[in-house]
């Protein structure tokens, strides 16, 4: 009986190790902005990939790219990492307090980043944020970033499908089903926004463990206070569109 047993641990743990094989090696980054009466509030925390591989070394700088496109503000620096993003993002706030000093509303952000899918072939980060700039309300989109592991790339959203049209044609099916926009009538004919009047698929799409999200943040084809509008398509509907194998349960 000990034989059995030490021989099903044995493979147990032959198991487990070659499922961590498979997935990436991450670690929380934290970055916080000065703490001051005239300075706004940044929170970063973003997964960082531990590796020295090329997969690893193109998610960290797709995710630095991100933050910095995310906080830089058009004062005249030149911005190279999440430091420097963070130093023009307080710069943007010092200009605008300067330029309007009855204004006593501070600026706020605040980006989270998870590993939201992961597999032998793909990654996805997802990044939620919140931006607080003035007005009447915040900024508050959430970024997927796929990536290829075993070729250690970013990639296109229209590079994540075999056949993008065939696929947008399924997607607005599922689109219409679930916001219950009449099939025979326009995509709009609800209230919709979509440019032209024609569907369109979001401009974020990640892979996540329920499936296959289309992530259309506010303003994109709705009004701010219909908030995001998501559409998660599982993968066992959608495995013959796709251009990369994920696993699912087929039942």
């Known amino acids: 009986m000990k034989k059995l047993f030490s021989?099903?641990?044995?493979?147990?743990?032959?198991?487990?190790?070659?499922?961590?094989?498979?997935?990436?090696?991450?670690?929380?980054?934290k970055y916080l902005s000065d703490s001051c009466a005239n300075c706004p509030s940044v929170?970063?925390?973003?997964?960082n990939a531990l590796e020295d591989s090329k997969i690893a070394k193109t998610i960290n700088n797709s995710l630095k790219e991100e933050i910095i496109y995310l906080l830089t503000f058009e004062d005249g620096m030149d911005v190279s990492s999440i430091e420097e993003a963070i130093a023009s993002f307080k710069n943007g706030y010092t200009i605008q307090k300067n330029k309007f000093p009855d204004e006593s509303i501070g600026w706020e952000a605040k980006i989270e980043g998870e590993?939201?899918?992961?597999?032998?072939?793909?990654?996805?980060?997802?990044?939620?944020?919140y931006i607080f700039t003035g007005g009447a309300h915040g900024y508050a989109p959430t970024r997927f970033l796929n990536f290829d592991k075993k070729n250690g790339l970013e990639l296109e959203n229209w590079e994540l499908f075999k056949?993008?049209?065939?696929?947008?044609?399924?997607?607005?099916t599922k689109f219409r089903v679930q916001e219950h926009v009449p099939l025979e009538k326009s995509i709009n004919s609800t209230g919709f926004m979509f440019d032209d009047n024609s569907f369109y698929l979001s401009e974020n799409i990640g892979f996540t463990n329920e499936g296959l999200k289309l992530y259309y943040d506010q303003y994109e084809v709705a009004s701010y206070?219909?908030?995001?509008?998501?559409?998660?398509?599982?993968?066992?509907?959608?495995?013959?569109?796709?251009?990369?194998?994920?696993?699912?349960?087929?039942?």
């Open 115 to 129: 590993v939201a899918y992961e597999d032998e072939n793909i990654v996805t980060i997802q990044l939620k944020t």
């Open 225 to 251: 206070a219909d908030g995001p509008i998501v559409l998660n398509l599982p993968y066992k509907e959608i495995a013959d569109y796709l251009t990369y194998k994920v696993k699912y349960k087929a039942d």
């Open 163 to 172: 056949d993008l049209d065939a696929f947008m044609r399924f997607a607005e």
């Open 43 to 47: 929170k970063i925390t973003i997964p």
């Open 7 to 29: 021989f099903l641990t044995v493979l147990s743990l032959i198991f487990v190790s070659c499922e961590k094989e498979d997935k990436l090696a991450f670690a929380p980054s």
